[in-house]
């Protein structure tokens, strides 16, 4: 019996008495988390809610504490929406404070449990405590259900003109997310932010510039009276407020000042900033005689700075001393748009500072930093040294240095960094014998460059290098990657011949070490740098920019039509075998007309191979770079192929509609470093039919429906549904149709066409579509007969309101950083062991989302990705398993009600 009574202790928590000392209150002592029914799921934060219902203020305020803490953590809270609601009436200040905060989570999810505590919100917006003001109205403005945008705009307006600077700093927050639900308040909207711009308190400033920004960013009226006030409160602005203003200011100073750097500044004669002056300065000097126009017109006149333009550039230097990075960097691209030439300077030892930071800091730098240095080389050049290249570096780290290098380089320069380069070199050969001994655990792209480079030390040093690249080959040999075995194959029987098969061996070091021309010195981030000038083209004047010339259309004509016009048709194969083709000395037109033939019946013979990403190909070009001799590899042959891919995808592919229901369909794109695992396979997902209406309740008609999740041709935004209706009476009906329609606000249904007649025990089909506008939320609407009406209601699951979204790991790994904190939300898989094969998973994924595979270079790791049809706001999944069926499922969503309920439904799949 001692186990009968060990069960009761552990598990009969709630059916014991409140407390040992008859206080009716629970014993909090006792730690819930080590008490045996936490894990069952009936009875799952019972002891919370027994806590929230007590009279205690205390037992209140520590079951808020851990309720905070676990949202904080990212796990779901949302089933004590009911017991926390009603908490908003607490008149502890620490618990209302609590419940605001879990509120502010959960309100868009929870709408209609919100929805009926509007009116407390709207007392709370009244109490003294300015914390609570806030709070109240950030939950408010968490609602997002068009019925109650009303509301929100005069508790707004109100908010505005409170005494609290940081009630005044929430109702600039509140703005935008206003204008996204009703964008007809915008005129109104505006009156609010014009009275925000107004305020004179640093804690205001940053938030009503980021409302200016969301919702009118073309009225830059409202900024030319708070100009100078701006540039004053910079420095005592919090840091996020002080980005915020910097970029704005940025735009600003762009577009209302001359720029001190164009060619007719500085020297030269004054420009008028306005057409109107220039029009008028003309007709004054139709009165003078021509004498005076000349000598006007010779004479030089020094730039002079405006002083609100010198005003933003003084506030803003001492930033350059900020703790934060993203504040350094908004300086510093004032100064590169906006300041002359000779103060851009100052920028640089700032950057320089910021190379110390962290990886992803020293990205967005270094990016910033090629840019400028196309500019302005001579200001990077003192601190040369700062770029170059450490061991410990990451690779994208490691090529931007580069490219910065080759752009600082000149004459007086160019024999430090070539010395640097050496040594680089140096230590590269010195680590291939470490990198042979990993050469199993290598990634596959490291693989390939390690064949590579073994390759041509057998050319150059031959006696001492050996052994080693017939261990690195006899290892590639057995590679599970036929991209690695194929480069293994055709470069042994280059470098290690046997017998008289090398007849290509003769000639290995003209293939391998051949002389290079100069390589082309042209920046990537040239483009990024001519749309910067492009911009500045754009806001000069009408009558400079209708200023064409015939020798620039030539200039930017495409190099497409030369090609066209020098392409021959492809020659004969018979050619190929016509005179003597072991000499060197053929003529280039022989050689071109025999490629192309070969090329022809290569793509006759060849199998088609699977599309690769171009960013892929261009990286393993780049660290080719860095392991060579200073020569190219070879790029495979006719035995390797492409080393690093094959074709690479072009833009009309990413545009191809892809299904997740027909997956026969869809053209697969990998990835030649990923494994065999991780390829696309084809699979199929039926969607099954929810019943509509029953025929019991529909005097004999019934009516199911199905998400056929494809594009609507209604519109983009619709999901498209289809309904079979069936008589099952014995009379027939006439006359269904869509009757009255019950939606919310944003909402859209696109009726199907009339069934005229549908005799008995016959059934139909039709095509419909609804905009969901992102929700949940049911849509109804009455199906109608000649002889009654019924009222039915069609709800999305949160996977079927979804879309696929088309894009590549890199990609999808640079828009999951972007979502995360309270956008994301994780949850532990226990899975099947024999449910953890790439096919298992894909189906339980594709079988309650309508979503896309991305394909992965990691192994047991699957990434789909989607968007929402009203908004295109990304959803992202992410399932980690291994093969004992423990896993980790990650889902990223800015609507956090998307992401949660995304969450859950995949997990449930992974797992049934």
Not at 448 to 457: V, Y
Not at 579 to 608: F, I, N, R, W
Request: negative net charge.
């Amino acid at each position: 019996m001692a186990g009968n009574g060990g069960f009761q202790a552990s598990g009969g928590y709630n059916d014991r008495p409140p407390s040992s000392t008859g206080s009716g209150e629970p014993d909090v002592g006792v730690d819930p988390a080590s008490s045996s029914f936490f894990n069952n799921e009936f009875k799952r934060h019972e002891d919370l809610k027994i806590m929230l219902d007590s009279n205690k203020d205390s037992q209140k305020l520590d079951a808020m504490k851990r309720i905070i803490g676990m949202v904080a953590k990212g796990k779901d809270a949302s089933d004590l929406f009911p017991a926390v609601v009603k908490n908003v009436v607490c008149k502890n200040l620490e618990v209302k404070k609590l419940v605001y905060v879990y509120l502010t989570r959960y309100a868009e999810e929870q709408q209609d449990l919100a929805l009926l505590s509007i009116s407390t919100f709207q007392r709370a917006l009244k109490d003294p405590n300015q914390l609570i003001r806030a709070s109240a109205l950030r939950v408010l403005s968490s609602i997002r259900v068009q019925m109650i945008a009303p509301i929100m705009m005069l508790s707004i307006k109100e908010a505005v003109m409170d005494m609290s600077p940081y009630v005044r700093k929430t109702a600039a927050h509140g703005i935008p997310k206003l204008y996204s639900i009703d964008p007809e308040l915008k005129d109104q909207l505006i009156e609010v932010i014009e009275k925000l711009l107004a305020d004179k308190t640093t804690l205001v400033a940053g938030s009503a510039i980021q409302a200016f920004e969301e919702v009118c960013p073309e009225r830059t009226d409202l900024i030319h009276k708070n100009y100078r006030k701006l540039c004053n409160l910079l420095v005592d602005v919090e840091e996020w407020g002080q980005v915020v203003i910097i970029n704005m200011l940025t735009r600003y100073v762009r577009s209302q000042f001359i720029n001190p750097n164009d060619d007719n500044v500085g020297d030269e004669v004054d420009k008028p900033f306005y057409e109107s002056e220039k029009d008028s300065n003309e007709d004054d000097d139709d009165d003078d005689d021509d004498d005076d126009k000349a000598k006007a017109k010779t004479k030089p006149r020094q730039y002079i700075m405006d002083s609100d333009h010198r005003l933003i550039l003084r506030q803003c230097k001492p930033l350059l001393n900020s703790r934060n990075a993203a504040v350094v960097m908004a300086v510093a691209q004032l100064y590169h748009h906006c300041a002359p030439r000779s103060e851009v300077s100052t920028v640089a030892r700032s950057l320089i500072r910021l190379l110390r930071s962290h990886t992803e800091v020293q990205y967005v730098v270094l990016s910033n930093i090629a840019t400028m240095s196309l500019k302005q080389k001579g200001m990077f050049e003192p601190f040369l040294k700062s770029f170059y290249v450490r061991s410990n570096d990451a690779t994208h780290i490691k090529l931007l240095k580069l490219e910065i290098l080759t752009t600082l380089a000149t004459e007086t320069n160019i024999a430090t960094i070539l010395r640097e380069l050496q040594v680089l070199q140096f230590i590269l050969l010195l680590s291939i014998e470490k990198k042979a001994q990993t050469f199993i655990q290598e990634e596959d792209i490291v693989k390939l460059q390690i064949l590579n480079l073994g390759a041509k030390l057998m050319i150059t040093n031959s006696k001492q290098t050996k052994l080693l690249c017939q261990y690195v080959f006899n290892l590639a040999k057995y590679d599970q990657n036929y991209d690695i075995r194929d480069r293994s194959r055709f470069l042994r029987a280059l470098v290690l011949p046997i017998g008289e098969k090398g007849q290509l061996a003769k000639h290995a070091k003209k293939i391998f070490l051949s002389t290079k021309p100069a390589p082309v010195l042209e920046s990537k981030f040239k483009a990024t740098k001519e749309s910067d000038s492009d911009d500045e083209k754009s806001e000069d004047s009408d009558e400079d920019s209708d200023s064409s010339d015939d020798t620039d259309i030539e200039k930017y004509k495409p190099k497409k039509e030369v090609k066209v016009e020098k392409k021959k048709p492809p020659a004969p194969v018979e050619t190929e075998s016509d005179g003597d083709t072991s000499e060197e000395d053929d003529s280039s037109d022989d050689e071109e007309s025999s490629s192309e033939s070969e090329v022809e019946v290569k793509k006759k013979k060849t199998p088609e191979k699977k599309p690769q990403s171009k960013k892929t190909n261009k990286a393993s070009q780049d660290l080719d770079l860095l392991l060579d001799f200073g020569n190219d590899a070879p790029s495979g042959g006719a035995a390797g192929g492409t080393a690093a891919g094959g074709p690479t995808m072009g833009a009309g592919d990413l545009l191809t509609p892809l299904s997740a229901l027909d997956i026969d369909n869809t053209t697969p794109t990998s990835n030649t470093s990923a494994s065999s695992s991780q390829m696309f396979a084809p699979i199929q997902v039926e969607s099954k039919p929810r019943e509509l209406l029953n025929k019991m309740a529909g005097d004999g008609l019934s009516v199911t429906y199905k998400f056929t999740r494809t594009i609507s041709i209604f519109s983009p935004k619709m999901v498209s549904i289809e309904l079979s209706f069936t008589n099952n009476s014995d009379k027939t009906l006439s006359g269904i149709k869509v009757g009255q329609k019950k939606i919310q606000t944003g909402m859209e249904i696109q009726d199907f066409p009339e069934i005229a007649v549908l005799a008995p025990k016959n059934s139909t089909t039709v095509l419909m579509a609804i905009n969901f506008n992102d929700t949940t939320q049911p849509a109804g609407f009455e199906i109608c007969t000649e002889e009654r009406k019924h009222n039915v209601t069609i709800s999305a699951p949160v996977g079927e309101i979804l879309q696929p979204y088309n894009i590549h790991e890199k990609e999808f790994v640079k828009e999951q950083g972007k979502l995360s904190g309270m956008n994301e939300n994780t949850a532990n898989l226990k899975m099947n062991e024999d449910k953890t094969d790439m096919k298992s998973v894909v189906t339980a994924v594709y079988r309650v989302a309508n979503v896309v595979q991305v394909p992965s270079t990691e192994d047991g790791t699957y990434r789909f990705a989607s968007q929402t049809m009203a908004s295109n706001i990304p959803a992202l999944i992410t399932v980690s398993v291994t093969d004992t069926g423990t896993g980790k499922l990650t889902v990223n969503c800015e609507k956090m009600v998307i992401g949660t309920m995304l969450m859950k439904d995949v997990k449930s799949s992974l797992e049934s």
